[in-house]
Antibody
Framework: ELQLVQSGAEVKKPGESLRISCKGS????????ITWVRQVPGKGLEWMGR????????NYSPSFEGHVTISADKAISTAYLQWTGLKASDTAIYYC???????????WGQGTLVTVSS | EIVLTQSPGTLSLSPGERATLSCRAS???????LAWYQQKPGQAPRLLIY???SRATGIPDRFSGSGSGTDFTLTISRLEPEDFAVYYC??????????FGPGTKVDIK
């Protein structure tokens, strides 16, 4: 069964660091890009960036580049989204998702709620 | 960066009616790399349509996508109760960022 299982909800203070994870199973993890998508509660979807787990090549949206880091460890079929200085405006649900040129985003993780509050 | 605009913002319809959702791109989306997703409250989005007109696995045939270039349409031929949700289009043209539209909410009239 195809699965993307994300790490659990996080509550952090402004300025803190955080890494959330996304573990794939039921398919060849290195054969599909992993995309990260942000959704502020009650708002729309924002494409943050993507990674090719086979070689860790990444692309970022200009809106997020420099503020987050996307990485992956293909040996354990896991992708990561990392911050080194969280802001209150980072409060959102973060989805990882499987992407391929042929089909777009064809499978989504369950989402990770990140709350940043002093 | 390609900007997507969706209209209307909200569509109020009754079960059994036809829904027509529009997605317009600020520049041509080559090779029809345009997808539609459905999102229900508290759930992750779900792929409905990719390549502008291909239904994803398991998607009922009342959902159809059409269009090319800068104008794309998602049609739901007869709304079922489970179809009331928010719908997003996304372009995944040649180079990132692969932007989403702002969404269209289909709610019960």
């Amino acid at each position: 069964e195809l699965q993307l299982v994300q790490s659990g909800a996080e509550v952090k203070k402004p300025g803190e660091s955080l890494r959330i994870s996304c573990k794939g199973s039921g398919y060849s993890f290195a054969s599909y890009w992993i995309t990260w998508v942000r959704q502020v509660p009650g708002k729309g979807l924002e494409w943050m960036g993507r990674i090719d787990p086979s070689d860790s090549y990444t692309n970022y949206s200009p809106s997020f580049e420099g503020h987050v880091t996307i990485s992956a460890d293909k040996a354990i079929s896991t992708a990561y989204l990392q911050w080194t200085g969280l802001k209150a405006s980072d409060t959102a649900i973060y989805y990882c998702a499987r992407w391929a040129r042929a089909t777009g985003i064809d499978f989504w993780g369950q989402g990770t709620l990140v709350t940043v509050s002093s | 960066e390609i900007v997507l605009t969706q209209s209307p913002g909200t569509l109020s319809l009754s079960p059994g009616e036809r829904a027509t959702l529009s997605c317009r791109a600020s520049q041509r989306v080559s090779s029809s790399y345009l997808a539609w997703y459905q999102q229900k409250p508290g759930q992750a989005p779900r792929l409905l349509i990719y390549g502008a007109s291909s239904r994803a696995t398991g998607i009922p045939d009342r959902f159809s996508g059409s269009g090319s270039g800068t104008d794309f349409t998602l049609t739901i031929s007869r709304l079922e109760p489970e179809d009331f949700a928010v719908y997003y289009c996304q372009q995944y043209d040649s180079s990132p960022p692969f932007t989403f539209g702002p969404g269209t909410k289909v709610d019960i009239k």
